[in-house]
Structure formats: C-alpha cells, structure tokens
T-cell receptor
Framework: DAKTTQPNSMESNEEEPVHLPCNHS???????IHWYRQLPSQGPEYVIH???SNVNNRMASLAIAEDRKSSTLILHRATLRDAAVYYC????????????FGTGTSLTVIP | AAGVIQSPRHLIKEKRETATLKCYPI?????VYWYQQGPGQDPQFLIS???????DKGSIPDRFSAQQFSDYHSELNMSSLELGDSALYFC??????????????FGEGSRLTVL
C-alpha cells in the first residue's frame, strides 16, 4: 500500500488558517488523495479528496502539488471543533480497495 | 439521512468467548469496510466487501471472520477472544464509482471489552 507521511502534531490559533501537510512520494498516477478526521471516541469523518486538481468544499480545501508527491489540507478558519486527528490516505482505483489509515496529525486549536 | 448502523454499541466478553458485531451500511452503498482501533491507536483495516464478495484483507486475525449478506448487512465474527482484542470496531460503507472509492461513511463503532 502506498505510504503517507504526516507530522505527528500541529497547533493553531482559533480563527486562523491551518495548513496540514502530507507527503506521498510513492503515489501512483491513479491513486486518489483522501483526508479524514477523527474526534475522540468517534468514527472517522470524511473531509475531502481529490486526484490531480485542487479541491474545495464547505469544510476545507485540498491543494495537490503538481508532481502529486505531496498535498496540503487547508482549514480556512480553525475553530475549537476542528481539534482532531487528521489522516491523509491514498486509495487505489479499484472498488473495495484497502483503505489504510496511517499515523495522522493531531491538531490542537488554541482559543 | 440514514447513516451506517452498528450493533451492539458496547459488548463485554470473557477471554476465549466469541463475539459477533453487525453493520448495516447506507442503502445502495456497494462496499463495506471493517476497522479495529485499539486504545491510542490509529484505525487498522481488517477486511472489505464489494457487492457481497470479500474484496480485500488487511490485518485480520485468523480467529476473525466476516461476511456480507444478501441484504448487504455485514457481520464480523470473533472467536477465542483475547485481551488484545479489546478495541473500538468501526464499520464504514461507500458507493464506488469507476476509478474512485468515494466517501467512506463510518458508523459510531462497537466497543468490545474482553475481560
């Protein structure tokens, strides 16, 4: 399975933007880049995903490097409810694929 | 909107007993995933099903088995339980489109405690 590398932890001040990086140097041309987050004692929650182009939704933006070897999840204004573990995951293009969670980034939001 | 339903939410078993966890995916979703998350650990992929057929296997112990039924619900069967099996077990479902896994929707999890 393709590997991702994320910082173990990051801090952000409330109402400021947060940029969460992810390296995936072994990504293949057909792997999608997914981001999920998990609050304590809850199931993971989808944030965003993309293939090549940058993506925006109501929760966040995903910036994908031109060579696709890295990506950045952008939370435009961090709130206390954004404090969670954020996972960057690569998925294979086949259905029913092995969707592996690596070691995510624990985001602390400081009031 | 209907979400992924898991039952039971909490389960307490003794060592060497068996346990069965159930998952009801979102209607019309074609893929089901099972994950195990130990205390302070990241979710570990166990197994997945696509259209009721086993699709991929992760780090699922031989003591565990799973299947997906004709109504698309899935069950994770765990036998000869060990203390280390104590964990949160998550089920997720998704609707795959060609070339894209799509969004995985997770249930609230089943917490298994083995004494």
């Amino acid at each position: 399975d393709a590997k991702t590398t994320q910082p173990n932890s990051m801090e952000s001040n409330e109402e400021e933007p947060v940029h969460l990086p992810c390296n995936h140097s072994t990504i293949s041309g057909t792997d999608y880049i997914h981001w999920y987050r998990q609050l304590p004692s809850q199931g993971p929650e989808y944030v965003i995903h993309g293939l090549t182009s940058n993506v925006n939704n109501r929760m966040a933006s995903l910036a994908i490097a031109e060579d696709r070897k890295s990506s950045t999840l952008i939370l435009h204004r961090a709130t206390l409810r954004d404090a969670a573990v954020y996972y960057c995951i690569l998925s294979l293009p086949n259905t029913g694929n092995q969707f592996y969670f690596g070691t995510g980034t624990s985001l602390t939001v400081i009031p | 909107a209907a979400g992924v339903i898991q039952s039971p939410r909490h389960l307490i078993k003794e060592k060497r007993e068996t346990a069965t966890l159930k998952c009801y995916p979102i209607p019309r979703h074609d893929t089901v995933y099972w994950y195990q998350q130990g205390p302070g650990q990241d979710p570990q992929f166990l197994i997945s099903f696509y259209e009721k057929m086993q699709s991929d296997k992760g780090s699922i112990p031989d003591r565990f088995s799973a299947q997906q039924f004709s109504d698309y619900h899935s069950e994770l069967n765990m036998s000869s339980l060990e203390l280390g099996d104590s964990a949160l077990y998550f089920c997720a479902s998704s609707l795959s489109t060609s070339g894209d896994t799509g969004e995985l929707f997770f249930g609230e999890g089943s917490r298994l405690t083995v004494l």
